[in-house]
């Protein structure tokens, strides 16, 4: 159980385009779920905190504008980059949590702007 | 505020070996601990938690760890280590509920045969 899931895996897009990211909550409906961006070699950085139904709660440094995140349903968040630029590349990685606390990990999407 | 702190970036250790990460936090409330290991390209897998319950915790794939109050620590430990173990581990904190996890910077283990 608690299996989260994450697409596209990798995306590579041309630099200022947009790209959606989804993370799906498979078999548990998530209280809340985070978003993480990793640097290579680096550990993980929150990005923003996603409730069901409201608006995100993003963390100092990181642009509401630019990194755009619904939380439309107990089961589904997205983080959509847009315009996006090659300091951009990254992993992303989105957890879901449910009462218990504990955050379950998606498998991350490696994203490359050239 | 919370933080986390793994000594050693890097740990190797022969196949068969004793596996001791550590970990040291910082918390003004009761934390809830965690330790996490990604393998490369992946998301982060739960190895285990500590959430006020007993102090030595175990995990999955024979690791444990260990709660000290008196020290704020909750090292990693596994009496013997597999090549399969290489990956890197992250300790991490949080307040509870649904409160985000403060990693630390990860130690990535190695498995020499």
């Known amino acids: 159980g608690a299996v989260v899931s994450q697409h596209p895996s990798r995306v590579i897009c041309k630099s200022g385009t947009s790209v959606k990211i989804e993370c799906r909550s498979l078999?548990?409906?998530?209280?809340?779920m985070f978003w993480y961006r990793q640097f290579p070699k680096q550990s993980l950085m929150l990005m923003a905190t996603?409730?069901?139904?409201?608006?995100?709660?993003?963390e100092q440094g990181v642009e509401k504008d630019k990194f755009l995140i619904n939380h439309a349903s107990l089961t589904l968040s997205t983080l959509t980059v847009t315009s996006a630029h090659p300091e951009d590349s990254s992993f992303y990685i989105c957890?879901?949590?449910?009462?218990?606390?504990?955050?379950?990990f998606g498998p991350g999407t490696r994203l490359l702007v050239l | 505020a919370q933080s986390v702190t793994q000594l050693g970036s890097h740990v190797s250790v022969s196949e068969g070996a004793l596996v001791l990460l550590r970990c040291n936090y910082s918390s003004s409330v009761p934390p809830y601990l965690f330790w996490y290991v990604q393998y490369p390209n992946q998301g982060l897998q739960l190895l285990l938690k500590y959430t006020s319950a007993a102090t030595l915790v175990k995990g999955i794939n024979g690791f444990e760890a260990e709660f000290k109050k008196s020290e704020t620590s909750f090292h990693l430990t596994k009496p013997s280590a597999h090549m399969s173990d290489a990956a890197e581990y992250f300790c991490a904190v949080s307040e509870g509920g649904n409160t985000p996890l403060v990693f630390g910077k990860g130690t990535r283990l190695s498995v020499i045969a």
């Open positions: 078999d548990f409906q998530a209280t809340t």
């Open positions: 957890s879901a949590s449910i009462l218990q606390q504990t955050q379950y």
């Open positions: 996603s409730n069901e139904g409201s608006k995100a709660t993003y």
